[in-house]
């Protein structure tokens, strides 16, 4: 398969700090989910260093990806990647299954909590094919912090949702950024970027652009203008 | 993760396939069932023919003349005309582990009682052959030597003769019957003894003094064989080494000569009959255990599928932090699962079969713990054995590539 070699990103040298809220733009192929995913401990670059809270990535283990990625990332995915079948709720707790640290007790009141951070509280035990888009991107994102993660990556979390609902999801990471949580997302949408506080622009697998957004927009004031219409979730 | 979260995990996915996990399952309880049912069954015939070989007697040893071959010509077994009562008697005086023994003779007999007729052996024995061979009597007596010294004409039946002559229920001490147109008083009847191991009713018997049958019926001066028993099962060994050696020197073999008679104890009888019995159940075990195999083929099959399927999923759970050990023990605990409960079914399902086997076709059955605990861990190890390679092949999964999965 892999005959030709694919150089999707090449020269990236950068830093973020924490607290940040970065959205990483650019044309489709520029080489943006390949840097999430090596962000996210999913894949591990060819050549070039990597380091998340103190630790360099390349020189970790299968087992301490593993780990790192269960302990100190939370990844929303665009096609929102929740467990079929199985319970809003259930799906929450999937990250604390594989912290051994963790009673069963203390799983269920902390992926509790993490569904009330969404604004979910009230369908922890529908399914997923019982939950609208955004909800469903919102209990990916209660998965990705019930671990209380230091950084939160999302490939084009708003991707598949219309502007109501991609607002509500920009307001649960502002909210949670506000927080303190390190956030980076991925968006094709210079509106989405308007949120953030970095956009980096990403060209044929180089960074070709970086600015600090002046004046981010503020999800929850938007939101409270907009009138509400039918609510999609009441089918 | 913990081993009480993997349980739940693997519970609820095999119950989102609540039809695929039972027909997986299938394979297993079939094969588990099937194995417990055929060791039943073979179990069973195994101690029934023990049971029925116990009938013999106890510890019973049987002697008759063979002919030697000093001869050239070997005759036929039985025809030899060397054992006369002087073996009998210097037998009882010199072997000490010998605890009874009684000469026999056999004449077929044609009974005549009134208007009915019947057909069947005459045995001419000591009384000593009825605690040889266990035998008690529902009513009357047994003869006694001063019987057998006047070759008197007395007998003692089986229930078939009574039956057959008589009439069942009937209780005909003191008739006389016609044997060979000789008339016998009927002194003692033989309770019911069944069918011995080799399916010949044990009931179909006349049996009269030695000196009776030998002289008035058969009109010879030899014994046709021995019937003797040791006096502990442990013995029999040692009192059919003593009956070779005084019978031996008796007939005047040196120690190197081959006897001119065989003896063959109940033991022997016992191993020849329950070893083609246990031949039955190995057979029938193999067959069972090769459908066993199939079940297990058939669990690595819908895990292998499973894998395919679920390779998002794996992603997804690798994406949120599971190691490649956690995957691996996961399918492999659903995996175990499938062929624990299909064995636990199995085993109830085969405990089932047996008793509907016993019930239906009257055949005897005997289920062992053995059996449930062999195929209890066998089916464990199915499990295990083929659900190895579909889980490896799951955590073997790079994270990015299983969340690519379409
Ligand atoms: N598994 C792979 N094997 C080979 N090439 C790949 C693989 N994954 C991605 N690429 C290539 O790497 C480049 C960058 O891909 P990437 O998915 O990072 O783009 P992207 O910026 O996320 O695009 P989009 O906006 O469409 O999601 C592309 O040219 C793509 O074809
Ligand atoms: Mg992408």
Redesign the interface.
Same mark, same amino acid.
């Given at each position: 398969m892999g005959d030709v070699d694919v150089h999707a990103l090449r020269g990236v040298n950068i830093s973020i700090q924490q607290g940040d809220f970065v959205a990483i733009m650019g044309k489709s192929g520029s080489g943006k989910s390949t840097f999430m @995913?090596i962000l996210?401990c /999913? &894949?591990v670059p060819t050549r070039g260093k990597y380091m998340l809270d103190g630790v360099d990535v390349g020189a970790l283990s299968? &087992?301490q990806l593993?780990?790192l +990625? @269960? /302990?100190k990332i939370g990844?929303v995915?665009q096609s929102f990647? !929740? !467990?079929s +079948?199985?319970s809003a709720l259930e799906n929450v707790e /999937?990250?604390l299954?594989? @912290? +051994?640290k963790i009673t069963?007790r203390e799983m269920r009141s902390r992926a509790i909590q993490a569904l009330e951070s969404v604004g979910l509280e009230t369908r922890a035990h529908h399914m997923p094919n019982q939950l609208s888009g955004g909800e469903q991107q919102r209990v990916a994102i209660a +998965?990705s912090l019930v671990?209380n993660p230091v950084v939160i990556l999302a490939d084009e979390p708003t991707g598949n949702l219309d502007t109501r609902t991609s607002l509500e999801v920009m307001e649960v990471f502002q909210e949670l950024n506000r927080r303190g949580i390190t956030v980076v997302i991925v968006t094709h949408e210079s509106d989405i970027a308007a949120f953030t506080k970095r956009n980096i622009t990403f060209r044929d697998g180089k960074i070709i652009k970086e600015i600090e957004v002046n004046k981010p927009r503020n999800a929850r004031e938007e939101l409270s203008l907009i009138p509400v219409t039918v609510e999609e979730d009441e089918l | 993760m913990k081993l009480k979260n993997l349980l739940i995990a693997a519970i609820r996915s095999l119950a989102k396939n609540k039809m695929r996990t039972f027909l997986t399952m299938l394979g297993i309880i079939i094969g588990v069932g099937s194995v417990i049912a055929m060791i039943a069954i073979g179990q069973g015939s195994k101690k029934s023919i023990q049971a029925q070989i116990s009938t013999l007697g106890t510890n019973v040893m049987m002697i008759w003349p063979q002919a030697s071959s000093t001869g050239g010509v070997r005759m036929e077994a039985g025809t030899s005309q060397k054992m006369t009562l002087e073996d009998v008697k210097i037998i009882s005086e010199r072997c000490p582990a010998v605890a009874a023994i009684t000469p026999q003779v056999r004449s077929s007999g044609q009974l005549v009682a009134g208007n009915m007729n019947w057909r069947t052996s005459v045995y001419g024995v000591y009384p000593e052959y009825f605690e040889i061979r266990n035998l008690k009597l529902v009513s009357g007596s047994v003869f006694t030597m001063n019987d057998d010294r006047s070759a008197a004409k007395v007998c003692v039946v089986g229930q078939t003769v009574v039956n057959n002559l008589f009439g069942e229920d009937s209780d005909p001490i003191g008739r006389f019957i016609r044997i060979n147109k000789i008339p016998f008083k009927i002194i003692g009847i033989i309770e019911s003894k069944g069918q011995n191991a080799f399916g010949q009713d044990q009931d179909d018997i006349v049996i009269a003094p030695f000196s009776t049958v030998q002289k008035r019926m058969l009109a010879i001066t030899h014994i046709q064989s021995m019937l003797a028993s040791a006096k502990t099962e442990a013995l029999i060994p040692t009192a059919s080494q003593e009956i070779t050696e005084v019978l031996k020197a008796k007939h005047q073999l040196g120690p190197s000569e081959d006897p001119d008679f065989t003896i063959r104890t109940q033991t022997d009888i016992a191993k020849m009959a329950t070893s083609t019995s246990g031949i039955m159940t190995i057979l029938l075990a193999t067959i069972a255990g090769i459908s066993l195999i199939v079940g297990g083929i058939g669990i690595m099959n819908i895990m292998l599928v499973s894998v395919t399927e679920r390779t998002r999923e794996i992603g997804i759970r690798m994406s949120v932090g599971a190691r490649g050990r956690d995957v691996l023990l996961q399918f492999l605990i659903e995996a175990l699962m499938i062929s624990l409960l299909g064995g636990i079914i199995g085993i109830v399902f085969g405990i089932l079969v047996s008793q509907l086997i016993a019930m239906i076709l009257m055949w005897p059955v005997t289920i062992t713990a053995d059996s449930i605990l062999m195929s209890f861990l066998f089916s464990s190890a199915i499990g295990i054995f083929f659900g190895w390679y579909p889980a490896r092949k799951a955590a073997q999964l790079n994270p990015i590539d299983a969340l690519r999965y379409e």
């Amino acid at each position: 398969m892999g005959d030709v070699d694919v150089h999707a990103l090449r020269g990236v040298n950068i830093s973020i700090q924490q607290g940040d809220f970065v959205a990483i733009m650019g044309k489709s192929g520029s080489g943006k989910s390949t840097f999430m @995913n090596i962000l996210g401990c /999913l &894949d591990v670059p060819t050549r070039g260093k990597y380091m998340l809270d103190g630790v360099d990535v390349g020189a970790l283990s299968k &087992d301490q990806l593993a780990n790192l +990625r @269960n /302990l100190k990332i939370g990844f929303v995915f665009q096609s929102f990647n !929740l !467990l079929s +079948r199985t319970s809003a709720l259930e799906n929450v707790e /999937l990250p604390l299954m594989y @912290n +051994r640290k963790i009673t069963s007790r203390e799983m269920r009141s902390r992926a509790i909590q993490a569904l009330e951070s969404v604004g979910l509280e009230t369908r922890a035990h529908h399914m997923p094919n019982q939950l609208s888009g955004g909800e469903q991107q919102r209990v990916a994102i209660a +998965r990705s912090l019930v671990n209380n993660p230091v950084v939160i990556l999302a490939d084009e979390p708003t991707g598949n949702l219309d502007t109501r609902t991609s607002l509500e999801v920009m307001e649960v990471f502002q909210e949670l950024n506000r927080r303190g949580i390190t956030v980076v997302i991925v968006t094709h949408e210079s509106d989405i970027a308007a949120f953030t506080k970095r956009n980096i622009t990403f060209r044929d697998g180089k960074i070709i652009k970086e600015i600090e957004v002046n004046k981010p927009r503020n999800a929850r004031e938007e939101l409270s203008l907009i009138p509400v219409t039918v609510e999609e979730d009441e089918l | 993760m913990k081993l009480k979260n993997l349980l739940i995990a693997a519970i609820r996915s095999l119950a989102k396939n609540k039809m695929r996990t039972f027909l997986t399952m299938l394979g297993i309880i079939i094969g588990v069932g099937s194995v417990i049912a055929m060791i039943a069954i073979g179990q069973g015939s195994k101690k029934s023919i023990q049971a029925q070989i116990s009938t013999l007697g106890t510890n019973v040893m049987m002697i008759w003349p063979q002919a030697s071959s000093t001869g050239g010509v070997r005759m036929e077994a039985g025809t030899s005309q060397k054992m006369t009562l002087e073996d009998v008697k210097i037998i009882s005086e010199r072997c000490p582990a010998v605890a009874a023994i009684t000469p026999q003779v056999r004449s077929s007999g044609q009974l005549v009682a009134g208007n009915m007729n019947w057909r069947t052996s005459v045995y001419g024995v000591y009384p000593e052959y009825f605690e040889i061979r266990n035998l008690k009597l529902v009513s009357g007596s047994v003869f006694t030597m001063n019987d057998d010294r006047s070759a008197a004409k007395v007998c003692v039946v089986g229930q078939t003769v009574v039956n057959n002559l008589f009439g069942e229920d009937s209780d005909p001490i003191g008739r006389f019957i016609r044997i060979n147109k000789i008339p016998f008083k009927i002194i003692g009847i033989i309770e019911s003894k069944g069918q011995n191991a080799f399916g010949q009713d044990q009931d179909d018997i006349v049996i009269a003094p030695f000196s009776t049958v030998q002289k008035r019926m058969l009109a010879i001066t030899h014994i046709q064989s021995m019937l003797a028993s040791a006096k502990t099962e442990a013995l029999i060994p040692t009192a059919s080494q003593e009956i070779t050696e005084v019978l031996k020197a008796k007939h005047q073999l040196g120690p190197s000569e081959d006897p001119d008679f065989t003896i063959r104890t109940q033991t022997d009888i016992a191993k020849m009959a329950t070893s083609t019995s246990g031949i039955m159940t190995i057979l029938l075990a193999t067959i069972a255990g090769i459908s066993l195999i199939v079940g297990g083929i058939g669990i690595m099959n819908i895990m292998l599928v499973s894998v395919t399927e679920r390779t998002r999923e794996i992603g997804i759970r690798m994406s949120v932090g599971a190691r490649g050990r956690d995957v691996l023990l996961q399918f492999l605990i659903e995996a175990l699962m499938i062929s624990l409960l299909g064995g636990i079914i199995g085993i109830v399902f085969g405990i089932l079969v047996s008793q509907l086997i016993a019930m239906i076709l009257m055949w005897p059955v005997t289920i062992t713990a053995d059996s449930i605990l062999m195929s209890f861990l066998f089916s464990s190890a199915i499990g295990i054995f083929f659900g190895w390679y579909p889980a490896r092949k799951a955590a073997q999964l790079n994270p990015i590539d299983a969340l690519r999965y379409e």
